[in-house]
């Protein structure tokens, strides 16, 4: 059983889970991710590694409340223990031999892109980062993208905190300004990382997504995970399981994982209800 060492509310409905787990802690790197059971009945969840502490023999997770299971687990405490912390998956994000890296993170997603930061920094590398949300109510981690970034932009699409609009806009000012960056790391939305690497591609750039389909099983055999690639005119078919969950920007076809990421949204939402419900008669 992996005990939850703490638990701290990130914002309304996003919650940070540092999970004891000394052997994912000894082999975790930023990119990689566990896939856990919250229960012996439970579905299982990919989450990426948030944070490590290898003295400690911890490891941070960050989930936002959108389904049954993450409903389930903000429900969990301290002291409270999850079934299954299977990891680390998924190869690690490539950070050795950058010099001057952005760093693009979009709602939860900043949570995965704050270790690559850190690690970059921590690297020597010049480090700009870029972090976009909804609105002021959803911002998270701000102070602590601030202490590893030698640059840092945050923006909200209503303008409610930092500067007005989406993440593409003070990238593309930089490198309009002739900003070379050695690479673009994104980690978020698949729609936002697909503009992301829009917007990089006139200048050249090298860009890095991180892609979190739908998981079940973690090792490449389910299949649930696959993405289709463009590589030099033919498509190849990976798995962000095995293969990633990193992938070259401009291979990726966004438009076929945007439309895989549609298919359940029906079920999570009526599975998250029914669990609301199941939890306010418990309360009653």
């Known amino acids: 059983m992996y005990r939850i060492l703490t638990k701290k509310s990130l914002n309304y409905n996003v919650t940070q889970m540092e999970i004891d787990a000394p052997l994912v ?11 856990l059971r919250v229960d012996q009945g439970g579905e299982r969840i990919p989450l990426t590694v948030a944070g490590i502490d290898k003295e400690k023999g911890s490891v941070k997770i960050v989930f936002k409340v959108a389904g049954s299971t993450t409903q389930i687990l903000h429900y969990k ?23 001057n890296v952005c760093v693009i993170g979009g709602g939860v997603g900043c949570a995965i892109a704050l270790p690559v930061a850190k690690e970059l920094k921590e690297k020597d590398a010049r480090v700009t980062g870029i972090a976009g949300f909804k609105n002021e109510a959803q911002v998270l981690l701000e102070e602590e993208f601030r202490e590893c970034c030698d640059d840092f932009y945050l923006m909200t699409d209503d303008g409610s905190r930092g500067a007005y609009g989406n993440v593409t806009l003070p990238l593309k000012e930089l490198l309009e300004k002739d900003e070379r960056f050695d690479e673009i790391i994104a980690i978020g939305p698949v729609v936002m990382m697909k503009f992301v690497t829009l917007v990089a ?7 890095t997504v991180s892609m979190n389909p739908i998981m079940i099983d973690g090792t490449g055999m389910c299949g649930g995970c696959r993405l289709t690639l463009n590589k030099d005119g033919r498509r190849e078919i990976r798995f962000a399981c095995v293969d990633g969950p990193d992938f070259d920007g401009y291979e990726v076809d966004f438009e076929e994982a945007l439309n895989r990421s549609r298919m359940y949204k029906a079920f999570e939402s009526h599975a ?13």
């Open 201 to 207: 591609k006139p200048f050249g750039i090298p860009v």
């Open 272 to 284: 998250y209800e029914e669990t609301c419900h199941l939890f306010s008669k418990i309360k009653d």
């Open 77 to 99: 405490e301290v002291g409270d223990s999850l079934c299954d912390f299977a990891g680390p998956l998924g190869n690690p994000t490539r950070t050795d031999g950058l010099k």
């Open 25 to 35: 802690a000894a082999k975790a790197k930023p990119g990689q991710f566990i896939i």
